[in-house]
């Protein structure tokens, strides 16, 4: 059974850091592309950033380029978010997402359960 199971949300000010976590079982989690995806309160989901099976290759949206760092440690089965400088606009549920083929990044076929990040003064 796939489980996504995300940690590492709070409460932050602006300019602060937090780093997200994904614990992942059920699955080869080292073949698999890996993803976060946030939405903020009342919007759409938005994509955050990507990362390959090996975790060479990386990739943001725009919007967290600079900042945030995926990152995965594939002894431990785990994902992670590091975001720096965070912004009111960052407020959002963040949800780690697996890619459904190992070739490519997507579509997306489990989800976590989300951690909410809220960055405010």
């Known amino acids: 059974q796939v489980q996504l199971v995300e940690s590492g949300g709070g409460l932050v000010q602006p300019g602060g850091s937090l780093r997200l976590s994904c614990v992942d079982s059920?699955?080869?989690?080292?073949?698999?592309?890996m993803n976060w995806v946030r939405q903020a309160p009342g919007k759409g989901l938005e994509w955050v950033s990507t990362i390959n099976s090996g975790g060479e290759n990386t990739y943001y949206a725009d919007s967290v380029k600079g900042r945030f760092t995926i990152s995965r440690d594939n002894a431990e089965n785990t994902l992670h978010l590091q975001m720096n400088t965070l912004k009111p606009e960052d407020t959002a549920v963040y949800y780690c997402a697996k890619s459904s083929y190992i070739w490519s990044p997507w579509p997306y076929d489990y989800w976590g359960q989300g951690t909410q990040v809220t960055v405010s003064s």
């Open positions: 059920g699955f080869n989690f080292n073949i698999y592309w």
